[in-house]
């Protein structure tokens, strides 16, 4: 293992106050994903039967122990849902990436497709900017207010300083 890859998993340990929008993600290959699934990770019995599947940019893995003893169900997802609407992490980020750098996202969907990634439908991209924007909106709207006040703030100290400096002469 190199010393770049032994680092980068070091780092990588650690996940307490992780940020969804910032944590690094990756491209998987779904035969490298499969190899992962060789044995039960139950009982450790081989060649389990192994459903792969997807919600747009959200990769399931399904397996079922083929131990008579066994037969556990597990599913695994390869993204975080969203708190409260349960949906998958990487669409809503694709949908709002997409909005805000302005792109298309009939051409985002289009590189997507040639490169061979699961994504979501058009449809879903419109449902998500309906509620993107009226988020985006107010967090702009609240952040102008903040910086508002505190240009207010800044100006209100720099004629203080500047009647300061004037009384002082």
């Not at 389990?48 to 399931?60: L, R």
């Not at 699961?118 to 967090?139: D, W």
């Not at 702009?140 to 009647?163: A, F, G, N, V």
Request: charged share 10%.
């Amino acid at each position: 293992m190199s010393t770049y890859m032994y680092m980068y998993l070091c780092c990588r340990l650690s996940k307490k106050g992780t940020n969804l929008r910032t944590e690094p993600k990756h491209i998987v290959f779904l035969s490298q994903l499969l190899l992962s699934s060789k044995f039960c990770h139950v009982c450790k019995a081989d060649n389990p039967m192994v459903e792969a599947g997807g919600i747009g940019t959200q990769a399931a893995i399904k397996t079922t122990c083929g131990n008579p003893a066994c037969r556990k169900e597990q599913t695994w997802y390869s993204q975080p849902l969203i708190p409260g609407t349960q949906k998958p992490t990487g669409n809503f980020l694709l949908c709002l990436g997409i909005l805000l750098v302005g792109g298309s996202a009939t051409k985002i969907f289009q590189m997507f497709s040639h490169m061979g990634l699961g994504c979501i439908s058009l449809n879903t991209f419109f449902k998500c900017q309906r509620v993107s924007e009226g988020v985006l909106i107010s967090s702009i709207y609240l952040t102008t207010y903040q910086l508002h006040i505190l240009c207010d703030h800044i100006s209100c100290q720099l004629y203080t300083y500047s009647k300061s400096i004037i009384n002082f002469t």
